[in-house]
T-cell receptor
C-alpha cells in the first residue's frame, strides 16, 4: 500500500509570506504527527493528532504555526509570517493507535522549506 | 530541543567491521526506537524496543533497551556499503511523544 506522502517536496518562499504544507497519512492510520528537522539534527516534535483533534501541540514553537486535520485524514501545517529560522525539513508521520497494536510511526519524505 | 544524547556523532569504518552507537537520556522512556535516514527521505524504523532489558535483532542489527530505561544501544555487525546513512535513536514515554537524538552519521569505506 501507499506510504505517507507530503507535498510539496520543496518550497521556497520569502520572509513574511504564508505557507501550507500537506501530509497524506497511510490509509487507516488514526494518529498523525508533524516534526521539524533542522540541518544536522534529529526530528523535533511539533504536534500530534488523534483523529481530527490535536492531542498534543506542545512542540509548536509559537503562534505563527498551526496545523489542522479536519476529516481525520489529510493534515495541513500552516506557517504565517515566515522567518528565515523556519527553514528546515518538515516531516509528517502516521501510526495506528488501536489498543493492542505496537507503536510504530511511518514517516513521509518531508517538505524542505527554505525562507529567503 | 533534543533531550537525548546520542554518540558518536559520526563514524568512519571499513566494510566488514562492526559498529556500535548508543543513546542516553536524563528521563526514563517506555519505548526506545532506532531509525535510519537516507538523504532526502524520512526516517525508516529499524528496531523498536518496548521493555526494559529487551534485546532485539533485525538481521545484522541488534538493539537493547537499557535496564534503567534511560539508555539504548544499536549494534551493526559486518557492515556493508548500504549501511551508510544517519542513524537516530528515539525515546517515548507515552507512545505519542517521541524525542529524537541528534543522529550518528555512518560512513562505510569499501
Amino acid at each position: 500500500g501507499a506510504g505517507v506522502s507530503q507535498t510539496p517536496s520543496n518550497k521556497v518562499t520569502e520572509k513574511g509570506k504564508y505557507v501550507e504544507l500537506r501530509c497524506d497519512p497511510i490509509s487507516g492510520h488514526t494518529a498523525l504527527y508533524w516534526y521539524r528537522q533542522s540541518l544536522g539534527q534529529g526530528p523535533e516534535f511539533l504536534i500530534y493528532f488523534q483523529g481530527t483533534g490535536a492531542a498534543d501541540d506542545s512542540g509548536l514553537p509559537n503562534d505563527r504555526f498551526f496545523a489542522v486535520r479536519p476529516e481525520g485524514s489529510v493534515s495541513t501545517l500552516k506557517i504565517q509570517r515566515t522567518e528565515r529560522g523556519d527553514s528546515a525539513v518538515y516531516l509528517c508521520a502516521s501510526s495506528l493507535t488501536r489498543a493492542g497494536t505496537r507503536y510504530e510511526q511511518f514517516f513521509g519524505p518531508g517538505t524542505r522549506l527554505t525562507v529567503l | 530541543g533534543q533531550q537525548l544524547n546520542q554518540s558518536p556523532q559520526s563514524m568512519f569504518i571499513q566494510e566488514g567491521e562492526d559498529v556500535s552507537m548508543n543513546c542516553t537520556s536524563s528521563s526514563i522512556f517506555n519505548t526506545w526506537l532506532w531509525y535510519k535516514q537516507d538523504p532526502g527521505e524520512g526516517p525508516v524504523l529499524l528496531i523498536a524496543l518496548y521493555k526494559a532489558g529487551e534485546l532485539t535483532s533485525n538481521g545484522r542489527l541488534t538493539a537493547q533497551f537499557g535496564i534503567t530505561r534511560k539508555d539504548s544501544f544499536l549494534n551493526i555487525s559486518a557492515s556493508i556499503p548500504s549501511d551508510v546513512g544517519i542513524y537516530f535513536c528515539a525515546g517515548s514515554y507515552n507512545n505519542n511523544d517521541m524525542r529524537f537524538g541528534a543522529g550518528t552519521r555512518l560512513t562505510v569505506k569499501p
